[in-house]
């Protein structure tokens, strides 16, 4: 099946600080990549959507200055989180889209943030 | 707009029982996608089932089963035999017909199963 892969698997960073998270589609070519955010015991949140070589568009609510999301090839986009808060820290998974070969999502395992 | 409610937000059970988790979901899409996914501690969604819109047909896999009631709106999850390992984080989810949008993700129901 489907591969994706995101790096780090966790990362602990200090309050102001940027940290920049990798979502990789190892065996296909991402059209779509999918930014979810997760606090703990709550339910996974869309973020934003990226299509490569657009911008991203963001849900109501998410600061798109504060995450960066870069979606420059068909097998990687990265979500930046920009002078990192505490309240930031959560946990981060995103899911790549395979462009109609299946028509299926397929998830990564997902970057848990801690920033101190 | 496309809304996922999972009403048990935990549910304990002892091991060999059986349990069902309940999913409703809203949508005025004709043509959509219901998931099932389970989340152990250590965070990685694990893919458990897919229905497409069309297809009402109760599913079977090993000890897992599930009933989709489009008359209902739910799609509901029932693991029978429970076993400690299937303890975790369950979450319904629902997508409209094309790949290309995102999942709408219920609050998930927390299943602990006891020794």
């Known amino acids: 099946g489907a591969v994706v892969s995101q790096h780090p698997s966790w990362v602990i960073c200090k309050s102001g600080t940027s940290v920049k998270i990798e979502c990789r589609s190892l065996?296909?070519?991402?059209?779509?990549m999918f930014w979810y955010r997760q606090f703990p015991k709550q339910s996974l949140m869309l973020m934003a959507t990226?299509?490569?070589?657009?911008?991203?568009?963001?849900e109501q609510g998410v600061e798109k200055d504060k995450f960066l999301i870069n979606h420059a090839s068909l097998t990687l986009s990265t979500l930046t989180v920009t002078s990192a808060h505490p309240e930031d820290s959560s946990f981060y998974i995103c899911?790549?889209?395979?462009?109609?070969?299946?028509?299926?999502?397929?998830f990564g395992p997902g970057t848990r943030l801690t920033v101190t | 707009a496309q809304k996922v409610t999972q009403a048990q937000t935990e549910i304990s059970v002892v091991e060999k029982e059986d349990v069902t988790l309940d999913c409703v979901y809203e949508?005025?899409?004709?043509?959509?996608?219901l998931f099932w996914y389970k989340q152990p501690p250590s965070g990685e969604l694990v893919f458990l089932i897919r229905?497409?819109?069309?297809?009402?047909q109760n599913e079977i896999s090993g000890r897992y089963s599930w009933n989709f009631q489009k008359s209902t709106s739910s799609f509901n999850f029932t693991i029978t035999a429970s076993q400690v390992v299937d303890s975790a984080v369950y979450f319904c989810?629902?997508?409209?017909?094309?790949?290309?949008?995102?999942?709408?993700f219920g609050k998930g129901t927390r299943l602990s199963v006891i020794a």
């Open positions: 949508t005025r899409d004709t043509t959509y996608y």
């Open positions: 989810a629902l997508r409209w017909n094309s790949g290309n949008t995102p999942l709408v």
């Open positions: 229905r497409n819109s069309f297809d009402e």
């Open positions: 065996d296909f070519q991402a059209t779509t």
């Open positions: 899911s790549s889209y395979d462009g109609g070969v299946s028509y299926e999502q397929y």
């Open positions: 990226s299509n490569e070589g657009s911008k991203a568009t963001y």
